[in-house]
């Protein structure tokens, strides 16, 4: 009997088993590589590369049995049955394509096992009929344990190569596979050959029809020529694989690096690949990063959150750098085929710009953007908080509402940046004032309000007056010097509910700002009820153009000394339903704070002009204009429309203009007054002698008229300051030119003191008081003279 070494050594040519096996590794390198390459390959394909596969297996299986067989000398006459040999390899060809086949078709264990099973059962069948094909003057004993021992070998070994050619399709896995199977088809053939004895016989003979051995090495020498043609297709496949699988890694390189984002392509916990972008963020080299594992700068519960997600779900987690910190970053994770096996791709977004972003939106959202300081929305929000803490331990608290004086004079004058300068510097000086306690907003414009828990209301009261002092000493000497005034209300005392105990602030600064300004004021309930009866009167003057509650009335003036009757002064006059009468002096300014007064001069520039229209006599109209007014875009335009529409002569119409309305910003008041005058509007100016700068005035403005305030006519008797005013003003006019026409003339006296001093028109209650123009029809329609001329008046 034979041993499996005897076998090989004894009675074999060891050259040619050394062929046997070179042959041998050829046909499972050339098989196992094409059945990775079939394994890729679309569906189509598959079949014809397992079908290619499956003749370079096969076709290698029967060569190494044979040439084993040709090597092997038993020093007996022998050949081989034709039948048996051809199906031997029938049987190798069909049995490994089908364990091929098993194995590419799931990635699944079992697939492995089974498909490696059918591979070593071919091989057992091949070389078992091949051993029957076997014809030799002697006869055969089987050893049974060999040859179950063979079967197993075969068996193992070709299962273990299909598990390790379906786990990993790489060089490894390839070179890994292919050694297994050359294990398993020359452990099994050597094995095999070991269980048999041959017991020569003279008595048996080699059948005629048998071939001899030499002429089998032909037979051989073409299985292995197809052999070394499949293992040729296989190594062009694989350079050709290699190539496209480089080009491909080198675009998906620079895809990769041309993103913006980190990516890293990942199998498991190792990192395959990672681009440019991700190897900055970490601070290394991308090819550090490759073959390093994904925990080391992502922790494995961030990934296993985002594969757990639907795909393209971001999840954010924290990027550990190499010195420990970590950066907060946005992970996407989703599988993808890279170099044909199942990966996972990671795109890493980093959130550092979003966050800060974020934060300072948020800040934005609860701060004053130019002071820092907190802003109304979160004010409130820390009022209720504190009116809640108040009410429950039984204290107060104070809200203080501050109002710059006279702010808009500081952009007039020095400009907006200078005005930004000087909230800047208010907010850091008052909030340098507070304690943790205390909190301090920027509720809009120069608006400002502070919040303080107090013990008693003095203690607000204290706070206040520092605040005031320390404002009236800027610390920047470049900063223009501006005051403050304070309101102040006390929680309970003063209200119980947010939006009440802000309107008592706010209604107690109204009225530190009415006194005298630079000061503070406590809440009094009076206070609270005039701040109504304002808001009220305000509310009910912006509908009263539309409720047709306003009217015009008239006063004639006249000339000085013949009496006649020269134009008229529209006055407006409100009838409220409620109230009666309200008189101009209270609705007037009402009208020019809140902006009503445009619509409503607008309306008396309309009514005016039209009624004058209708007159047969050449009578002027004057209407008074407010500083609104002068100092709007759009109202010269107004102007034009107004006299286009109504028919009336521009010389008819007369722009009463006080000097106050010229002080806020000059430069807008004479465009305006060249604009109207350059329409034919007599321009005049209104109570001259009350205003700041009356000659500059004269000189720099376009007047045709000047009209002397009532309160220098009414006194010429008893003041002799007074009659010197007069007589300047009108020795003014004649040297100018100027016409001027006397207001508030009431008495004989003040009319002939005019006419001595040569006065050219005059106005009030002795000429005519104010009425509905109606009442003046002789004068309109007629002409007449109502007013006593000087003589008569004596």
């Known amino acids: 009997m034979m041993t499996f070494v005897g076998c090989l050594v004894d009675t074999h040519d060891v050259r040619l088993a050394a062929l046997a096996i070179v042959i041998c590794a050829l046909a499972a390198f050339t098989a196992t590589g094409l059945l990775c390459h079939a394994r890729r390959s679309a569906p189509r394909l598959r079949v014809a590369w397992l079908l290619v596969a499956a003749l370079a297996g096969g076709s290698g299986i029967w060569a190494t049995h044979f040439i084993a067989m040709l090597a092997f000398s038993p020093g007996l006459p022998s050949g081989y049955d034709v039948s048996l040999t051809a199906f031997s390899l029938l049987l190798a060809v069909v049995l490994v394509g089908g364990g091929f086949a098993v194995a590419a078709a799931s990635e699944e264990a079992w697939a492995g096992w089974l498909g490696g099973a059918v591979v070593g059962g071919g091989i057992a069948a091949m070389h078992y009929t091949g051993m029957a094909a076997y014809q030799v003057a002697g006869r055969f004993a089987w050893d049974p344990v060999p040859a179950a021992a063979s079967v197993v070998v075969g068996l193992l070994l070709a299962s273990l ?65 197809a052999i070394l043609l499949l293992a040729g297709a296989a190594l062009a496949l694989d350079v050709r694989e290699r190539r496209h699988a480089a080009v491909e890694r080198e675009r998906l390189r620079s895809l990769a690096n041309a993103a913006v984002e980190g990516l890293v392509v990942c199998a498991g916990d190792l990192v395959v690949s990672a681009n440019d972008s991700f190897a900055a963020l970490v601070g290394l080299a991308a090819g550090q990063i490759a073959g390093s594992p994904l925990s080391a700068y992502l922790p494995g519960a961030a990934v296993q959150l985002a594969l757990a997600t639907r795909l393209e779900h971001p999840v954010e987690a924290h990027l550990l750098l190499p ?24 795109a890493v977004r980093d959130l550092r710009a979003r966050r800060l972003a974020e934060g300072r939106i948020h800040f934005l959202a609860h701060h004053d953007p130019l002071t820092g300081l907190a802003n109304r929305a979160s004010f409130n929000e820390r009022l209720d908080q504190a009116m809640r803490v ?18 808009k004079d500081v952009n007039d004058l020095h400009g907006h940046a200078a005005g930004d300068a000087v909230l800047e510097s208010l907010g850091r000086t008052v909030a340098g004032l507070l304690d943790g306690t205390q909190m301090m907003a920027r509720l809009g414009g120069d608006e400002f309000a502070v919040l303080t828990p107090c013990a008693h209301a003095e203690a607000a009261g204290r706070l206040a007056r520092q605040i ?22 006390v929680y309970p005392d003063d209200a119980r509910e947010r939006t009440a105990l802000l309107t008592c602030a706010d209604a107690a600064l109204h009225r530190a700002k009415s006194e005298g300004r630079g000061t503070c004021r406590f809440f009094d309930p009076a206070i609270g009820a005039e701040i109504r009866e304002r808001r009220q009167l305000e509310h009910d003057l912006r509908h009263a153009v539309a409720r047709a509650e306003l009217e015009l009335v008239y006063q004639p003036q006249a000339r000085v000394e013949t009496g006649a009757v020269i134009g008229f002064e ?29 619509a409503i001069g607008e309306w008396a520039l309309r009514e005016a002009c039209r009624e004058a229209a209708t007159w047969t006599g050449s009578a002027s109209v004057a209407v008074n204009v407010s500083a609104v007014q002068i100092h709007g875009p759009h109202f010269a335009r107004l102007v034009h429309e107004v006299l286009f529409q109504s028919g ?147």
């Open 648 to 794: 009336l002569e521009p010389r008819r119409l007369e722009i009463e203009v006080t000097e106050t309305a010229l002080i806020r910003d000059p430069a807008r008041a004479l465009h305006t007054l060249r604009s109207i005058k350059a329409l034919g509007v007599t321009v005049a100016m209104d109570d001259f002698g009350t205003g700041y700068s009356s000659l500059s005035n004269l000189r720099t403005f376009p007047f045709d008229k000047i009209k002397i305030d009532g309160s220098f006519v009414r006194s010429v008797h008893s003041n002799a300051q007074a009659a010197a005013i007069v007589r300047s003003v009108l020795g003014l006019g004649r040297g100018l030119g100027l016409p001027v026409v006397a207001e508030g003339v009431e008495t004989a006296e003040e009319l002939r003191f005019l006419a001595q001093e040569c006065c050219d028109a005059a106005q009030g209650y002795l000429i005519g008081r104010p009425a509905p123009i109606g009442q003046f029809a002789q004068h309109t329609h007629g002409g007449g003279r109502v007013p006593p001329t000087p003589a008569e008046a004596a």
């Open 570 to 598: 529209a006055l407006l006059r409100w009838r409220h339903p409620e109230r009666g009468t309200v008189s101009p002096a209270v609705f007037i300014p009402i009208a020019e704070e809140s902006g009503a007064i445009l």
């Open 390 to 407: 108040a009410e429950a331990a039984g204290g107060k608290l104070a809200v203080l509402c501050l109002d710059l004086d006279r702010f």
């Open 161 to 225: 190569a299909m598990l390790g050619t379906r786990r990993r399709t790489n060089a490894a896995g390839r070179t890994c596979g292919a050694l297994l199977l050359l294990l398993a088809i020359c452990g099994h053939h050597f094995t095999a050959m070991g269980a048999v004895t041959i017991t020569p016989d003279p008595a048996v003979a080699v059948a005629e029809t048998a071939v001899p051995t030499r002429w089998l090495a032909g037979a051989v020498a073409l299985a292995s020529f």
């Open 323 to 346: 010195d420990g910190t970590a950066l907060p970053v946005e992970l996407i994770v989703r599988p993808v085929a890279y170099a044909s096996q199942p990966h996972y791709a990671v």
């Open 468 to 489: 005031i002092g320390q404002l009236a000493s800027p610390p920047d000497p470049s900063t223009p010097q501006v005051t403050t005034s304070v309101g102040i209300a």
